[in-house]
């Protein structure tokens, strides 16, 4: 089955949007008549990642939300104007995209990456923020063993033709490496093999780095400023993250919920989709 039949029967756009002179790929779902009060989701994905993340959460959360999956700056198909990404620029990035569509509210799930941009929004921003998913979000510790394994494998991945370390990238993400599909495996390739995310890979991995990557942590105190009401989902097997990392941050978050999901790896919402989705519409409703 392709990634996109998941979309069989969900009416769907995928655009390219100019969002502060970014060229960004975005794709819509469960869009709604003007004024007919829809609330809006915004889905982010992970380093070095890209919107398909989101491909088996995006029709059920279309049932009842206007769902904007993005590829972030410099990620997927979206441009990277110049300059390493760090976690500020990824903010502003998110904030243009939802000015530039009137959308002053919205709800928010993020995935490693992805939440880690997402908590530092609702911190910085909370009026921007109505509830809040956290996915296996990174961005709270500096383990240089994690963050060798992420910046070596992508390189790898990125430098080689070779579709094998492409593979072994997406694999390093689940716990059942049977969720990694061949067409999935060719979607991340032909991305990492575009010349423009060759030539800003340096730019995209700085987060990788001990210096960039401390001087953007979410701290505790940041995250005690969110005053979304926020879930956290880690899987009990995530590679990137032991799970006292989740439980130290569902403390650091006032009132906010973890859920754990057992033989589950990085990428909750992909591997347990059909657990997720019912636990995402459940908690945003």
């Known amino acids: 089955m392709s990634l996109w039949t998941e979309l069989t029967g969900t009416a769907y756009s995928l655009s390219y949007d100019t969002v502060n002179g970014a060229r960004t790929r975005v794709l819509r779902a ?45 990620h997927g198909y979206t441009e990277n104007p110049g300059g390493d990404l760090r976690i500020p620029r990824y903010v502003q990035h998110v904030i243009d995209y ?17 939440g880690w941009v997402s908590g530092r929004l609702a911190a910085d921003h909370p009026d921007r923020v109505g509830r809040l998913i956290l996915v296996a979000p ?21 430098t080689s033709d070779d579709r094998a370390l492409t ?25 990492y093999h575009r010349p423009e995310f060759v030539a800003g890979i340096d730019a995209l991995l700085c987060l990788q780095q001990m210096e960039n990557r401390t001087e953007d942590l979410l701290t505790p105190e940041q995250m005690a400023r969110i005053q979304a009401r926020t879930l956290i989902v880690w899987g009990a097997q995530n590679p990137f993250g032991d799970v006292p990392e989740a439980h130290r941050m569902q403390q650091s978050i006032p009132g906010s919920a973890l859920e754990i999901f057992p033989e589950c790896g990085h990428w909750p919402q992909h591997e347990h989709a059909e657990k997720f989705n019912k636990l995402a519409l459940e908690f945003l409703a």
């Open 138 to 158: 990174g961005g709270t510790v500096a383990n240089p063993e994690v963050m060798d394994r992420i910046r070596t494998s992508t390189r790898a991945a990125v």
């Open 30 to 74: 469960g869009e709604a008549p003007s004024g007919s009060g829809r609330e809006a989701v915004i889905l982010l994905h992970g380093t070095s990642g890209h919107l398909e993340a989101f491909i088996r959460n995006v029709p059920v959360l279309a049932e009842r939300y206007e769902v904007h999956a993005l590829d972030m700056l410099g």
């Open 167 to 191: 593979r072994r990238r997406l694999e390093l993400l689940m716990h059942d490496a049977s969720n990694v599909s061949d067409e999935l495996v060719d979607v991340r390739h032909a991305i």
């Open 98 to 114: 939802l000015d530039a569509h009137g959308i002053q509210r919205a709800h928010f799930i993020g995935e490693s990456l992805g």
